[in-house]
């Protein structure tokens, strides 16, 4: 059985948008990958805020190997959607 998942602190508030989608179809035909909240923060962090892994951690009050695992795992569903013409939705969960 895994470890319950500890709370982690998302400061960037919820995305302006929530699905990014290839021009010209519509959304229902598309498959979606989808984009955890957590996974969203530690995007905006690493890339858009250009923090080191070790201070974006301490933002988010997970450890930096945690941070890591996370970030990996939202940049290979980013480019899977890039690649592959997926849309890519952003669940932000009970925050809505």
Do not use: N, W
Not at 80 to 86: E, F, V
Request: aromatic share 6%; net charge positive; glycine share 8%.
């Amino acid at each position: 059985m895994p470890r319950p998942k500890c709370c982690r602190k998302v400061g960037g508030g919820e995305p302006v948008c929530r699905i990014f989608k290839p021009v010209g179809i519509p959304v229902c035909a598309l498959e979606e990958v989808v984009l955890s909240i957590d996974e969203y923060e530690a995007i905006r962090l690493a890339d858009y805020e250009g923090l080191y892994y070790e201070r974006a951690a301490a933002q988010m009050m997970i450890s930096r190997a945690t941070f890591g695992r996370i970030v990996e795992a939202a940049r290979h569903k980013v480019a899977q959607a890039l690649l592959m013409g997926l849309a890519l939705r952003i669940d932000v969960g009970d925050s809505k």
